[in-house]
């Protein structure tokens, strides 16, 4: 019992722990997979936008590309069918938690009503595949984790930072996403949150650089099943 409070307060207490990078202790988590083939994943997270989802729609159909998206239950509330049109797009979605809150150092309660709230509105608006988590800022905690377990939820988390919440320019998010980009990577963007002109700008390079490269896209869902097996 000791011993447990011990590791419990060693790694509620680190902050390293939390932070979207490091290992996941508990839990099925996911940041790239393990694979030989050149595919990976674009993420979108904090949508849906009325002024940027649209755009970014489109932009993926023109090349043809699925990607996963990232919704925060709350701005779902707020533009139902445009959240509807991302899957009906071909497109995966996840559930971003309710307010976009950390949910590091919350309750049980709250943090379970974060999560099931979101997914209840995902239900209800129609959508029926399983739904993978990602935590807000991707900062986990012994209690996140330890409900996605029981949940049995995947944390859908990311190796391929672009930094586009911060707009530090579109040949900047381009650069760090080809330059860090290896097969099974899963690439962090945002079609929330902002102004994201950037970001959409940044997607199309990124897109035809990595095609270029012989790159093919694809969900995070379909992703998962290039795995083999030892997921880092
Ligand atoms: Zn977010």
């Not at 409070?5 to 932070?19: D, E, K, R, Y």
Request: glycine content about 8%.
């Amino acid at each position: 019992m000791i011993a447990w409070l011990v590791a419990a307060t060693v790694i509620v207490c680190s902050g390293w722990l939390i932070t979207p990078l490091s290992p996941q202790l508990i839990g099925r988590s996911v940041r790239r997979i393990s694979t030989q083939e050149k595919v990976v994943a674009l993420t979108f997270d904090d949508g849906p936008s009325a002024d940027w989802t649209p755009k970014l729609l489109a932009l993926l159909a023109r090349h043809e590309v699925p990607a996963t998206f990232f919704l925060v239950g709350s701005r779902v509330a707020k533009h139902p069918a445009l959240a509807q049109r991302i899957w009906q797009s071909g497109h995966q979605v996840g559930n971003h938690s309710w307010s976009h809150t950390i949910l590091v150092g919350k309750s049980v309660v709250s943090v379970r009503e974060e999560i099931e709230k979101t997914d209840a509105l995902l239900h209800e608006l129609g959508y029926m595949h399983e739904i993978y988590f990602r935590a807000p800022y991707g900062c986990k905690g012994i209690v996140l984790s330890s409900l996605l377990r029981s949940l049995h939820k995947i944390h859908a988390l990311f190796d391929v930072i672009t930094w586009d919440w911060d707009n530090p320019g579109v040949a900047q998010i381009t650069g760090g996403a080809c330059k860090a980009v290896r097969p099974g990577s899963i690439i962090l963007l945002h079609d929330g949150g902002g102004d994201r002109s950037q970001t959409l700008q940044a997607t199309e390079e990124i897109i035809l650089h990595l095609k270029n490269q012989g790159y093919r896209f694809v969900t995070v869902a379909q992703l998962l099943a290039y795995d083999s097996a030892n997921r880092t």
